[in-house]
């Protein structure tokens, strides 16, 4: 199983025919985000899901207290990079607000059983993230 840059390498390598079907059969997209202190570009391999022609992403960290770094990089420069499979394009990033996130949250859910899990596991309100195509 792949995981973390071995993950990312592999998937941009054969444009997601390695890794973008992941664990229990979990899509999988590229999001590269900027590095809030590096500026630099930084990638990570990420359970998704489309809806309503958006995707979407948990902010899980595993159901650690503190947010994963490319959540916080994104908070800082919501512009960002998707990859999914071979298509790769520009996006906006958003938290979803808690309306939404009370929609999507049993989406999301149900391709990884394991995000009601991280949710018990920590008091930290784990975002959920939507990411808009920019044209």
Do not use: C
Not at 43 to 49: C, E, G, H, R, T
Not at 56 to 68: E, I, L, T
Not at 97 to 122: C, N, S
Request: glycine share 8%.
């Amino acid at each position: 199983m792949l995981f973390g840059d071995e993950h990312v390498r592999r998937y941009e390598e054969t444009d997601g025919e390695v890794g973008y079907d992941w664990y229990k059969g979990a899509p999988i997209l590229i999001l590269t985000t900027t590095g809030r202190r590096t500026g630099e570009p930084r990638k990570s391999a990420l359970i998704f899901q489309e809806v309503d022609g958006r995707y979407v992403v948990v902010a899980s960290k595993g159901g650690a207290d503190s947010h994963p770094a490319w959540y916080l990089n994104l908070r800082d420069d919501p512009d960002v990079r998707v990859q999914i499979r071979g298509e790769r394009f520009p996006a906006r990033a958003r938290t979803a607000d808690p309306d939404e996130k009370a929609r999507l949250w049993p989406v999301m859910a149900a391709v990884w059983p394991d995000y009601d899990e991280y949710r018990r596991k920590t008091d930290r309100d784990i975002p959920v993230v939507v990411l808009e195509r920019v044209s």
